[in-house]
């Protein structure tokens, strides 16, 4: 099949890489505003080059993923609708509920698949505590503790058009929770603090936070996220049951030490999320090659990226006011 990929940036490069090795994917074309970054990934990968979207969207092609800025993700999902083409994208599907409101309606009047890039639901280690929440081997499920932590904090640039920590950050952690537990999130409480550089208060944001989340059968979730994590890259799950607690992401990278003085782990920390999730990337843009075959549906749907968003949205509202907020699953 043929996939066209529009944005050549550090994900974007990273997902053509991907693509290109994956053996469904017979052709590729790439398209960024930016042409050099783009003729430099297609040379890469052996890909062709298109120079506007049009030309991309033209090349004969079978799916269309989406690795381009957030302020493009809705239009450029509505111009893969209307070329009739499945459509992998990076989250959000749009900025806020109402602009994602939109796209899904659009969508709903002519259906293609969408699949938005949540990645942690392709990762081994979650896949195994969604399989033990499932089948009861942890009892009934009381409480889950996520864990986001990057090792040092984006550009100062990138923050003020980021949504903020809880949309850019914990929605990962609140995504994962709801695909876990397979239960909705009803309540949100939230709090931060900025404890490092100036740019994250300046731009309205915060450097560290701490979102508790309530769910609908009485589970409670603690989600904490920061910027700051100078031993490596740190994104953990505990799930905590009657009968006993599982982890993922406790492996001999993760950037732990013990007070203790215990030798593990001893592996050599992870630098960044590409590499703590890369064979999860990978299995991410197989499922859509599949989805795109129509031998699946979208394992990642647009309802399903608007429910993490609708809570990352009550988290900064939470924030702001500091008080507890309802979230109304699908509302």
């Not at 992998?88 to 994602?100: D, N, Q, R, S, Y």
């Not at 603090?193 to 769910?215: K, P, S």
């Not at 030490?257 to 215990?262: I, K, Q, V």
Request: hydrophobic letters at 40%.
């Amino acid at each position: 099949m043929r996939i066209g990929l529009i944005g050549t940036g550090r994900i974007g490069a990273f997902h053509a890489a991907t693509l290109a090795d994956l053996p469904a994917v017979t052709g590729m074309v790439v398209h960024d505003a930016d042409e050099r970054s783009a003729r430099s990934v297609a040379e890469q990968t052996g890909a062709e080059y298109a120079g506007d979207l049009d030309g991309l969207l033209g090349a004969g092609l079978d799916g269309v993923v989406i690795a381009a800025p957030t302020s493009f993700h809705a239009e450029l999902i509505l111009a893969g609708r209307k070329a009739g083409l499945p459509t992998f994208c990076e989250k959000p599907v749009a900025g806020t509920l109402e602009e994602t409101d939109a796209v899904l309606a659009a969508l709903e009047e002519a259906p293609v698949p969408l699949q938005i890039g949540f990645q942690r639901r392709f990762d081994a280690g979650y896949q195994e505590v969604r399989a033990a929440i499932t089948d009861g081997r942890l009892g009934w499920t009381h409480t889950l503790r996520a864990v986001t932590a990057d090792p040092t904090p984006p550009h100062p640039g990138y923050i003020p058009a980021s949504g903020g920590i809880f949309r850019d950050c914990s929605v990962h952690d609140y995504d994962i929770i709801r695909w876990v537990t397979g239960r909705e999130v009803t309540e949100v409480y939230a709090t931060g603090a900025n404890r490092g550089e100036d740019f994250f208060a300046a731009a309205g944001d915060v450097d560290t936070a701490i979102t508790l989340l309530t769910l609908d059968d009485g589970t409670l979730a603690s989600c904490t996220a920061t910027r700051y994590n100078g031993a490596g890259y740190d994104v953990r799950l505990e799930a905590c049951g009657s009968k006993g607690t599982l982890a993922a992401g406790l492996t001999d990278q993760a950037p732990l030490t013990s007070a203790e003085g215990a030798s593990w782990p001893t592996g050599t920390p992870y630098g960044g999320f590409m590499e703590r999730f890369q064979d999860a990337y990978r299995a991410e843009l197989t499922a859509f090659t599949e989805v795109v075959a129509g031998l699946r549906p979208s394992p990642c749907t647009g309802q399903d990226a608007r429910a993490a968003l609708a809570v990352a949205e009550a988290a900064t509202r939470s924030r702001t006011e500091g008080r507890p907020v309802r979230v109304t699953p699908g509302g």
